[in-house]
């Protein structure tokens, strides 16, 4: 048996010797060099732009700009915004293309010979613009009259909304003894992976406009790169090397049209040599999405037994400057603002609106931690009011097999949330005081100041969807080939979904392994090549082995007929689709809107100097029901790395975006935790209760770990200094003046 088993990664030999080849490690012979060019206008009118200085200058081949893209517009779930900002291109697009709406919306590529000449080419650029008015700040989106896509006809900025109208709240309201209202505020996030954006681009030997860069879903890549250049798909191509990391950030496009375009402009003018680039980490920083930031209002409503009867909430999304996947965002944000809880009676309401300011777009969790934050915040702070358990109040609202979700339609079978929490309490030994409280200093090196060091513990847990939801009609496909004589003695699995550092490709090789019934080192694979392999859909949602797993057990059946009745090789087909799911009701909110979900539950030990806010996390336990571990040391790797990815999100990570401008886009100015950061200690809980329609039972499980991350922080810290935080990240400044705050009080 391969499924189980602690197989090592098929990548990680090339990885830890360096051999291993990202993006920007690409050599192509006789490349030339591109730069892309952000505008640097938060919201601005492009007036003209010439690019006779730039092609004047020594080195420079061609300057790529918004006439050389046929279809001016991209977007992953609507096309809202231009490839290129330029005066002359806005070809058939409804979007318009003189307005820059982001200051990293790009507006020239400068192919050159050496990146000395193509940074000179793009600094001579002329360009004449004239300031628009500014919605820095979606919280005053709605007031001060300035739109970031009037052609959409709207009024406001407000373009997308969301509503649940459950039970009768007023009913609701009358029942409850105890009410807990909050405001929360929540911040962007950096994806911070350790492999800037980069590519290469050339037309290959069939004639192929060819991209080598890092994506999570090539297909789609190679739709959008067809989309906007009018091409047919089956002549662009698009290659994954190795990724250096993802988080959703590299779900939408950053380099793929643009470098697809130069590729193209090259062959145009005769000349047929690859073109590379490489983004700086100020680049990246600014030039992709990110975590969106959000506001919520909520009012949750309990019987003096615990039970919650009533919940309102309103929350507000922004989008930055485009769409990205902020419908989708949301989606999961309204989704988890009520909690893996069974609530008879609720009234939530959610929108988001564009302001000029970094898009917002998929991060691990997308939506989930943001609403998961609210509802389990609220939870925590209904069991403090009650002088209930926080675990006991839990048990007593959570959702079971046959109950109905949210949307007042039946959850998914397999609902194991009960299991998750009862693993993780157990496994912490929840009730118990504090074993070992961790210490904590502001310089390590001179030891913690007892005297005014507190230590608390908290609890927190969460659903997510696993898989695309909402009505998409998601689906995946895998090719299998057996060969042999009389007996199979090989198998070869052709598959494009994206290894992004999960080790997804060897979770692949050992279903197919498991499927055909060889031994995993007779298996191998072609991977991330829209050449090579169908659709498989995003590295997202963690949907990939729950999706992958059923395509390759599809193609491995269909293969073995083949066998079977002779054919040598063998070659099998398939794809996946799994049941339908539903938009939801746009008045009510009823719908099913998921096909399979997935449970965590998190508790984490802390302690607080409270002289100076410094917070240090000690032990975290975290349970998480995979449905059955494919490989378990990759599940572990999941855990701990969503953990560590949570913990900088609560607790040191603070982008700053003032006038739609990031004013600290290095890592230097943007913390992300080190090596002497994070918890002390992560104790991961496997918890394996099949999901009744994942292959082999398994779930999606990488997002799960950093949804309650946050929530339980801050109801460790209220248990440890008695003060609720609202906003975070919980740099020690802000911790500071919530304690002494809470003392002024």
Excluded at 340 to 348: E, S
Excluded at 564 to 572: C, I, L, Q, T
Aim: glycine share 10%; proline share 6%.
């Amino acid at each position: 048996m391969t499924i189980g088993a602690d197989a090592v990664r098929r990548d990680s030999h090339a990885k830890v010797t360096g051999a291993a080849l990202y993006p920007g490690d690409l050599e192509a012979k006789d490349a030339l060099t591109a730069k892309v060019v952000f505008s640097d206008q938060p919201h601005a009118l492009m007036l003209s732009m010439s690019t006779d200085r730039a092609v004047a200058i020594a080195g420079v081949v061609d300057v790529v700009t918004a006439a050389d893209i046929p279809m001016n517009e991209y977007g992953l779930t609507m096309f809202d915004q231009p490839v290129l900002v330029g005066v002359d291109g806005t070809g058939r697009s409804k979007v318009p293309s003189d307005v820059s709406r982001w200051e990293a919306d790009q507006v020239a590529v400068v192919i050159a010979e050496t990146t000395e000449a193509a940074l000179a080419g793009a600094k001579a650029l002329d360009i004449t613009w004239e300031q628009l008015q500014m919605a820095p700040d979606f919280s005053e989106t709605e007031t001060n009259g300035a739109l970031v896509h009037p052609e959409n006809g709207l009024e406001t900025n407000t373009y997308y909304q969301l509503k649940i109208r459950k039970g009768d709240i007023e009913v609701g309201w009358a029942m409850a003894d105890h009410i807990i209202e909050g405001t929360y505020t929540l911040p962007h996030q950096e994806h911070a992976y350790l492999q800037p954006e980069a590519a290469v681009s050339y037309i290959d030997d069939h004639g192929r406009v060819t991209v080598e860069v890092a994506g999570q879903w090539a297909h789609e890549d190679r739709g959008q790169i067809a989309h906007a250049l009018d091409l047919p798909p089956e002549v662009v191509r698009v290659i994954y090397p190795a990724i250096g990391g993802a988080f959703g950030g590299r779900e939408d496009m950053s380099l793929q049209i643009v470098m697809a375009a130069a590729a193209l402009k090259m062959r145009d003018r005769g000349i047929s040599r690859p073109i590379r680039t490489v983004w700086n980490r100020e680049e990246s920083i600014v030039g992709h999405h990110k975590r969106h930031r959000a506001q919520v209002t909520a009012r949750w409503g309990a019987t003096s037994d615990g039970k919650i009867v009533a919940v309102e909430a309103d929350a507000v999304l922004d989008s930055g400057a485009y769409n990205y996947t902020s419908n989708k965002v949301l989606a999961n944000l309204h989704l988890s603002l009520t909690g893996p809880y069974n609530i008879p009676n609720a009234r939530v309401d959610s929108r988001a609106v564009y302001s000029h300011s970094v898009p917002g777009g998929a991060f691990r969790g997308f939506g989930g931690p943001q609403g998961s934050f609210v509802s389990e915040t609220q939870m925590n702070k209904m069991a403090h009011a009650l002088g209930m358990d926080p675990v006991e109040i839990r048990m007593a609202n959570i959702l079971h097999d046959g109950d109905d979700f949210i949307t007042q339609t039946v959850m998914p079978d397999g609902v194991s949330i009960d299991a998750v929490i009862d693993a993780c309490s157990g496994a912490a030994g929840w009730g118990e005081a504090i074993a070992n409280p961790p210490s904590v200093s502001a310089i390590r090196t001179l030891g913690a100041h007892q005297p005014s060091t507190r230590s608390g513990r908290g609890v927190a847990c969460a659903l997510k969807n696993v898989g695309f939801a909402m009505g998409f009609p998601e689906r995946c496909e895998a090719t299998v080939t057996l060969d042999g004589d009389e007996d199979i003695e090989s198998a070869h699995l052709a598959h494009a979904g994206a290894d992004v550092g999960q080790g997804a490709h060897t979770a692949f090789l050992q279903m197919t392994a498991e499927a055909v019934g060889l031994p995993l080192d007779k298996v191998t694979g072609t991977f991330s090549d829209t050449a090579t392999s169908g659709d498989s859909g995003s590295a997202s949602a963690s949907r990939l082995t729950f999706m992958s797993g059923n395509a390759i057990q599809g193609a491995a059946e269909v293969a073995t007929k083949a066998w079977n009745e002779g054919e040598r090789p063998a070659v099998g087909d398939f794809r996946y689709v799994p049941p339908p799911t539903e938009a939801l009701d746009p008045e009510t909110g009823v719908g099913s809107p998921v096909f399979a979900f997935g449970y965590v539950a998190e508790i984490v030990d802390v302690a607080v100097d409270v002289g100076t806010g410094h917070v240090r996390v000690g032990t975290v336990w975290c349970a998480i029901d995979v449905g059955r571990a494919i490989n378990p040391i990759l599940v572990r790797g999941q855990v701990e790395g969503a953990i560590v990815q949570a913990h900088g999100y609560v607790l040191s990570e603070r982008l700053s975006v003032v006038e739609g401008r990031i004013t600290n886009p290095t890592f230097s100015g943007y913390l992300v935790p080190g090596t002497k950061d994070v918890p002390d200690r992560i104790e991961t809980v496997i918890v394996e209760i099949a999901d009744p329609l994942g292959p082999w039972g398994a779930r999606g499980m990488a997002e799960m770990p950093l949804i309650p991350y946050a929530p339980a922080i801050v109801a460790a810290l209220h248990d440890a200094t008695g003060v609720w935080f609202s906003e975070f990240p919980l740099t020690p400044d802000r911790v500071l003046a919530g304690l002494r705050e809470s003392q002024s009080r």
